[in-house]
């Protein structure tokens, strides 16, 4: 038969049933709590890197590859068609003006030489021959020139003769017509020969003229090969380095061909590319800044070529700094071209962040959280970036790459 349970057994099996069930309540919790933080996303404060908004100036850049070259080479070409024989200065080494680079062979240049040479005395034989000749014909017609005038004299007289006897009647008016015609006769062969005689020393000025401009221009080509022969001891007119000579003793160069570069390496300037498409972009004048290494060094674009090579367009850039410390021949520099110029407005440095975010949207980092706010972003460079809405002076904005987690509202950070 069951007894009723006292009032104190009740009571203490009361208290065990709620202090089972606060218990019950307690692991629940702490699971429910657990799996939380299991599944809430955070990110170690180790893996952030984050930056100060703050008021500045912004300059909007395109980025081009450069490369450093002497802002003045020389560029030595052959000046005949030879054979290299030898290479007296290699690349890397310093010259001084009248230091010999390179000696040509010479023979084939030499042979042309002594041929214009016999060309030359050839043409001032025929000038003597020429003179000579045109004196003998000259001799020939001064004598028959007297001769004709002695017969226009003789047949004046003859003619006087023939009227003197027409008018006393011992002659007849036929002989004195006669006489008149002989007389025209021999007067227009003197002029005829007077005529040849002029005609004769015109032909000699002329031939004379082209003589001596043949003898001229033969004399050139003799001096004009002279000295290529002597520049075929290819010689440097300045002082500088060599930074490329064509040193294959035996091989033939063209006259024309480049055999050697010499640069002066006292200051420098800047061959800078970029695609096409940023062409529009670039303007004589555009202000430019050149890094090497943890060194910003400034100047402008002083020349665009016109023509476009595979896509690809070629500036120069003029150094304020031409003769900096860092600047050394072919090292290659990151070139940032300026486009626009926010004067004032708020920034923060650049980083990874940007490059690879995918919407307008940045994270603040606030009591160990990150927010994400919406923002427009602006103009940027490679130190900065433009924030033109979402944060204020002050914010700690992450810069480190967040693409894991740009679809999430809140990040904790541990």
């Known amino acids: 038969m069951d007894r009723e349970l006292s009032a104190s057994t009740k009571q203490a099996q009361k208290r065990k049933r709620i202090w089972q069930l606060g218990i019950a309540v307690s692991f629940i919790a702490a699971a429910i709590f657990g799996f939380r933080s299991l599944i809430t996303p955070s990110i170690a404060q180790s893996e952030l890197r984050t930056a100060t908004v703050e008021e500045g100036p912004v300059v909007a850049t395109i980025?081009?590859?450069g490369i450093v070259v002497p802002e003045h080479e020389q560029v030595i070409t052959s000046p005949i068609?030879?054979?290299?024989?030898?290479?007296?200065?290699?690349?890397?080494?310093?010259?001084?003006?009248?230091?010999?680079?390179?000696?040509?062979?010479?023979?084939?240049?030499?042979?042309?030489?002594?041929?214009?040479?016999?060309?030359l005395e050839q043409s001032r034989h025929k000038s003597v021959q020429l003179n000579l000749n045109l004196e003998k014909k000259l001799n020939a017609l001064a004598s028959q020139l007297e001769i004709k005038r002695m017969r226009v004299k003789s047949l004046q007289a003859q003619l006087e003769?023939?009227?003197?006897?027409?008018?006393?009647?011992?002659?007849t008016q036929e002989?004195?017509?006669q006489a008149e015609l002989n007389l025209r006769i021999a007067q227009q062969e003197l002029k005829q020969i007077e005529r040849e005689i002029v005609t004769e020393r015109q032909l000699l000025k002329a031939d004379e003229q082209e003589?001596?401009?043949?003898?001229?221009?033969?004399?050139?080509?003799?001096?004009?090969?002279?000295r290529k022969m002597e520049q075929a001891e290819v010689r440097a007119t300045q002082p500088g380095v060599i930074t490329w000579?064509?040193?294959?003793?035996?091989?033939?160069?063209?006259?024309?061909?480049?055999?050697?570069?010499?640069?002066?390496?006292?200051?420098?300037?800047?061959?800078?590319?970029?695609?096409?498409?940023?062409?529009?972009?670039?303007?004589?004048g555009s202000s430019v800044v050149v890094r090497i290494n943890d060194s910003n060094l400034r100047g402008s674009v002083a020349s665009i070529k016109p023509t476009v090579e595979n896509g690809i367009v070629t500036f120069f850039i003029a150094l304020k700094e031409k003769a900096h410390q860092q600047l050394r021949p072919s090292l290659r520099v990151d070139v940032y071209v300026h486009t626009v110029a926010k004067p004032n407005t708020l920034r923060v440095k650049n980083g990874p962040y940007f490059r690879k975010a995918s919407k307008p949207q940045v994270y603040v980092l606030r009591d160990g959280e990150l927010i994400r706010r919406d923002a427009k972003i602006?103009?940027?460079?490679?130190?900065?970036?433009?924030?033109?809405?979402?944060?204020?002076?002050?914010?700690?904005?992450?810069?480190?790459?967040?693409?894991?987690?740009?679809?999430?509202d809140k990040v904790k950070v541990k």
């Open 63 to 65: 980025t081009a590859s």
């Open 81 to 119: 068609q030879a054979r290299i024989e030898q290479v007296v200065h290699n690349t890397g080494e310093q010259v001084q003006p009248g230091d010999q680079i390179l000696l040509l062979d010479r023979g084939y240049t030499q042979l042309a030489y002594d041929k214009l040479k016999d060309e």
């Open 175 to 177: 002989s004195v017509k």
């Open 211 to 226: 003589l001596r401009y043949t003898l001229a221009m033969q004399s050139h080509s003799i001096e004009e090969l002279q």
């Open 378 to 408: 602006g103009v940027s460079n490679v130190d900065y970036v433009e924030l033109e809405t979402g944060v204020q002076p002050g914010d700690q904005v992450v810069i480190s790459d967040l693409a894991e987690y740009q679809h999430l």
């Open 245 to 284: 000579v064509k040193n294959e003793i035996g091989s033939n160069v063209n006259a024309g061909d480049i055999i050697a570069r010499l640069a002066d390496l006292s200051s420098y300037r800047v061959q800078a590319t970029i695609s096409d498409a940023f062409a529009s972009q670039i303007s004589v």
């Open 161 to 171: 003769d023939e009227q003197y006897l027409l008018k006393i009647g011992g002659g």
